[in-house]
């Protein structure tokens, strides 16, 4: 009976203990869990920055991003029965980091598989020149730690990731990577693991850590597109646009003077605003990443300021018809201060607006006007404007249209106009003084000929007196004629 009772409690021991044990061997084979409680991701992040506080550099940061990518990478290994910095399908770590959103100027990644405490982990990656030489690094500054466990190589496993990296917000160059090789790490205590179906002894291992050069590619010249080249421009302020690199810094230079810069934009795109003085300008622009590499001079472009605007020449009165004949052609000339090249000017008067051509060698503008049938006062004007868009104006220049220059006609006389045989002279050709004085030797000599022939005094030089006078009377005789003769060419009359 005794020994019946002693069987029973046996036999329920041995249940209890095989109820334990398939307990314990399947919590070993749940997928997505750590084998030991000392493996975690607090804890290699914690090694990793004692290692780097011994050697006096900064504590590495946790990274979202970067953590991300290591658990993806992790999990990527475990489905796809790899351990390798490259997948099967040729995935870089760098396409985990950039996929996970992590812009870097630097990058890193450690790998470790059949490890079960975070300590092992350390001191084999510690051991390793090249995972040594990421944890160390002072190029880093954040970290992502990434630890799944599955089944792998006919075993449940931990597969540990490590993604170093520091950020940049403008492009990296493409990373240069140590190609990656297996290599076994001294195996640690407890490190072999049994397999319920075939029991295999499985040696904990790290890959060799992949080194990222720094970023030596100068970005994109700059190219400019506004302002155009050979353009004026009335106002100080430019605009300078272009496109270069992404987010990279652009400096724009004058005639080799860094006169701004700015950072392009997530298109590459740049426009900066800079006060120029007025003159001629040769712009050019180089761009510079966050590394610090800079491009070559852009090609340049070339504008001029002008916030001047032209003048009429001072000492160069408008030269122009005051009185014109209905139905008839005068010309209207103006000379400018500055060169008439790359300028324009037009001529309003009555319905008509007409261009008026450069004449270089003078500095002048010119036009053939064309009166209407019809008499009448009225005002004209004069625009000029120049390449940069800067205008002046002559406005109001009287000019009076007569009919046709006939006694009984041509009522509209004014002051400067005086009737001669039935013909009404305009004097605008000569200085009305002059004329005046003219005029007076003229009557003076037309009396002493009519004297001297009525009276016949007996002067000491009679017949010099007498050429006098003839000479008045012929300059009075051809006024009128000298004027017809301009009037019915395209008359260039001097008056302002």
């Not at 449940?156 to 492009?171: E, L």
């Amino acid at each position: 009976m005794q020994f019946a009772a002693n069987k029973s409690r046996l036999a329920k021991w041995l249940i209890l203990v095989t109820a334990v044990a398939a307990v314990l061997t399947a919590m070993m084979f749940l997928p997505g869990k750590t084998f030991a409680d000392d493996l975690s991701t607090a804890a290699i992040v914690q090694l990793n920055n004692q290692a780097r506080a011994q050697a006096g550099l900064a504590p590495l940061s946790v990274n979202a991003k970067l953590t991300t990518a290591a658990t993806r990478k992790a999990n990527d290994m475990i489905a796809n029965q790899y351990f390798a910095h490259t997948s099967p399908s040729s995935v870089t770590p760098w396409a985990w980091i950039t996929g996970a959103g992590y812009n870097y100027l630097h990058a890193g990644e450690n790998l470790a598989v059949d490890f079960f405490d975070s300590q092992s982990v350390q001191d084999a990656w510690m051991a390793s020149p090249g995972h040594k030489h990421n944890i160390l690094s002072a190029d880093f500054s954040e970290m992502g730690v990434g630890i799944v466990s599955g089944w792998y190589d006919n075993h449940t496993t931990n597969m540990i990731v490590v993604m170093f990296g520091s950020p940049m917000p403008a492009k990296v160059s493409t990373p240069s990577v140590i190609a990656p090789t297996n290599q076994a790490v001294s195996k640690p205590t407890a490190a072999s693991t049994t397999n319920a179906k075939q029991p295999v002894t499985v040696a904990p291992q790290v890959q060799i850590a992949p080194v990222i050069l720094k970023d030596t590619t100068p970005p994109a010249v700059p190219v400019i597109s506004a302002p155009a080249d050979q353009t004026w421009f009335a106002t100080k302020m430019i605009h300078i646009k272009g496109a270069t690199e992404v987010n990279a810094l652009v400096k724009i230079s004058d005639a080799g003077t860094q006169i701004g810069q700015g950072n392009a934009d997530n298109n590459g795109n740049f426009d900066l605003l800079v006060k120029l003085d007025e003159g001629h300008h040769a712009i050019s622009a180089n761009a510079q990443d966050g590394a610090g590499n800079a491009s070559a001079e852009s090609k340049g472009v070339t504008f001029s300021i002008d916030i001047t605007p032209p003048k009429l020449a001072d000492n160069k009165p408008i030269l122009y018809q005051r009185e014109v004949l209905t139905d008839h052609d005068f010309v209207v000339k103006i000379y400018l201060v500055e060169s008439v090249l790359g300028t324009q000017a037009s001529l309003v008067w009555l319905d008509q607006t007409i261009a008026m051509q450069p004449i270089p060698t003078e500095n002048a503008f010119a036009a053939t006007v064309h009166s209407p049938q019809t008499g009448g006062a009225s005002a004209m004007h004069i625009n000029v404007i120049d390449s940069a868009g800067n205008t002046a104006t002559a406005e109001h220049i009287p000019i009076k249209v007569v009919a046709a220059y006939i006694d009984g006609q041509g009522s509209d006389v004014s002051p400067t106009t005086f009737k001669l045989m039935g013909a009404v002279v305009v004097v605008d050709l000569f200085n009305s003084s002059l004329f005046s004085i003219m005029i007076v030797l003229s009557s003076i000599g037309m009396f002493l000929r009519f004297h001297f022939m009525r009276r016949k005094f007996h002067l000491q030089h009679p017949r010099s007196l007498l050429q006098l006078a003839n000479w008045a009377w012929m300059l009075v005789l051809c006024a009128p004629i000298l004027y017809w003769l301009l009037s019915n060419a395209p008359a260039q009359i001097f008056a302002r």
